[in-house]
């Protein structure tokens, strides 16, 4: 068992972190910290998980949500997939094994995966509307949010969800940095009746996916192992994977998730080369006039134009 | 042989002579889609670079930029639609159009003397426009698939990303066609008027555009 982490202070306590430790501020320059908080993680063992879908009730409670009644679609996901006010979602998948012909039931925790590099923050527009602090929780400040979009394109793991109503933002998963603030682990995690679930530093975390990863091996599951995929720079959400040669098996989770080539080139080089294209165009216009003078009509074309008219 | 004259153009002599250019439908018709044509560079512009996020304060800020930059786009798609039924004939490409063109030195160094006489429409001018109907086809067209108010369920994240690359690289460019088409009716002094009253003088027709003057001298003027 992970040791739980204890019950909280009822004492109100200031929080631990907050905008004095945003290490990226979406359209806007941030001095980093000089100093960066511990990283924290969720590790969801995806072996673990009985699909109870606690995690799922205790995120719509904690965070006040909630979500209409919907309809069976003969699989036990409920909703059908990830919505303005479903931040996580169990994928529930049903897998025959080549090796073993055994059908394996595959339930993973769907959700933001708190990238490291994020791709939704790169993508925003609206200054300060997606937050990273320095202990790795990515975060959306709702009043700075202006409801584009651009972060769905940003996000290589199709998490955020614009509302559909007279107010559109975007929302996903915060992992619950206001309880985080104050010492405690997400809302998830606290439900989660198999600890499928644990939080705590990101070393620790990885530490405790190890002893699991061993485990794991030991009962025969030998390509066990942890993602915490490199290309965002590890993510502060990371899965225990029975089967981690292969995670798309797991509802589509990326094997190599990345921001888009697409995005880059739009945030990066296009942002500059645009600008810099419109201000040439201008710059020549103001060149040509300056060197060539006005283009003027003079005596003559008017004479001209009187003969031509006459002859009418 | 075609004729360049478009419905309305006419020749009154006097002194100095004054041609009519532009009708007052085709003038209202080129100020909405000018207007139109700011209002999108600057709601566009405010959320492609940071730097540049302060103009969401002319449109009421970030939200109401999101929400009324689409709604443009769609009243500058019809405007400008307009724009092309009343110009796309006198618009066509001739063979005087490609000499123009070559001699692309004489244009920009004001030697009208040695350019081939041109009608309605220059070289320059119809490749502003022919660019500008190419590059609104594709802004709406992407600008759909990234409006996700309305369209959001209907594409994939993969073409939402790949839309919204095309969206704002068409739009830079449309944004230097404008700067083009701003410079030139400064530079070539007396344009401008063609556009505001609809009028330009015949000394002007004959220096910029000296075929279509002649068409209307001794041609079948449109009544």
Not at chain 2, 71 to 95: D, E, H, P, Q, T
Not at chain 2, 121 to 135: E, I, P, R, T
Not at chain 2, 171 to 196: D, L, P, Q
């Amino acid at each position: 068992m992970f040791p739980p982490l204890p019950n909280p202070n009822v004492q109100p306590v200031p929080p631990k972190f907050g905008e004095q430790d945003l290490i990226r501020r979406s359209a806007s320059t941030v001095t980093p910290p000089a100093k960066r908080q511990t990283e924290v993680a969720k590790l969801i063992d995806v072996t673990k998980c009985i699909g109870c879908k606690a995690c799922q009730v205790a995120c719509l409670e904690w965070n006040n949500l909630h979500e209409e009644v919907g309809i069976n679609t003969g699989s036990y996901e409920n909703p059908h997939d990830l919505t303005p006010d479903t931040w996580t979602l169990m994928r529930f998948t049903e897998w025959v094994n080549p090796e073993t012909q055994n059908l394996e039931w595959l339930i993973r925790k769907d959700g933001c995966m708190h990238c490291e590099d994020p791709g939704c923050l790169k993508a925003c527009p609206a200054p300060g509307a997606i937050v990273q602090y320095s202990n790795g929780i990515v975060d959306f400040v709702k009043e700075n949010c202006i409801g584009c979009g651009y972060c769905i394109k940003g996000c290589p793991f199709n998490i955020p969800r614009i509302s559909k109503n007279e107010d559109p933002k975007s929302y996903k998963c915060s992992l619950c940095s206001d309880r985080v603030a104050v010492g405690l682990g997400p809302a998830c995690q606290k439900a989660c009746p198999t600890q499928a679930i644990v939080f705590g530093t990101k070393d620790d975390m990885k530490q405790w996916a190890d002893g699991r990863i061993k485990d794991l091996k030991s009962r025969g599951f030998d390509k066990a192992g942890l993602y915490d995929p490199p290309g965002v720079s590890g993510t502060h959400v990371m899965y225990v994977l029975h089967h981690a040669d292969k995670p798309e098996i797991y509802a589509g989770l990326p094997a190599n998730p990345r921001i888009s080539p697409l995005v880059d080139l739009w945030k990066g080089g296009l942002k500059y080369a645009g600008l810099g294209l419109i201000a040439l165009t201008a710059l020549a216009g103001f060149v040509h006039h300056v060197v060539a003078g006005p283009n003027r009509v003079s005596r003559d074309d008017e004479e001209n134009a009187k003969r031509l008219a006459g002859r009418q | 042989m075609s004729t360049d004259v478009e419905r309305g153009d006419q020749i009154h002599p006097g002194d100095p002579v004054l041609v009519d250019r532009y009708t007052t439908g085709a003038r209202i018709n080129h100020w909405i889609t000018a207007a139109s044509l700011v209002l999108l560079a600057l709601s566009g512009l405010a959320l492609f670079h940071p730097s540049l996020y302060f103009l969401t304060a002319l449109f009421g800020g970030g939200e109401t930029t999101r929400a009324i930059h689409p709604w443009i786009g769609v009243v500058l798609f019809f405007s400008f639609a307009g724009l092309f039924i009343r110009f796309f004939k006198a618009n066509l490409w001739v063979r005087t159009d490609t000499v123009w063109l070559a001699h692309g030195r004489d244009v920009i160094t004001s030697h009208e003397e040695k350019l081939p006489e041109v009608g309605k429409y220059n070289a320059g001018q119809k490749l502003v426009f022919w660019s500008m109907s190419l590059l609104i086809i594709v802004l709406i067209t992407s600008g759909l698939v990234i409006w996700d108010q309305y369209f959001g369920p209907y594409f994939t994240v993969e073409q939402k990303r790949i839309a919204v690359l095309v969206h704002a690289t068409m739009a830079v460019v449309a944004i230097c066609v404008w700067i083009v088409h701003v410079y030139a009716a400064i530079w070539v002094r007396g344009t401008i008027s063609a556009m505001t009253r609809g009028q330009v003088t015949g000394g002007w027709a004959w220096r910029h555009h000296r075929k279509w003057l002649k068409e209307l001298v001794t041609g079948s003027p449109k009544k």
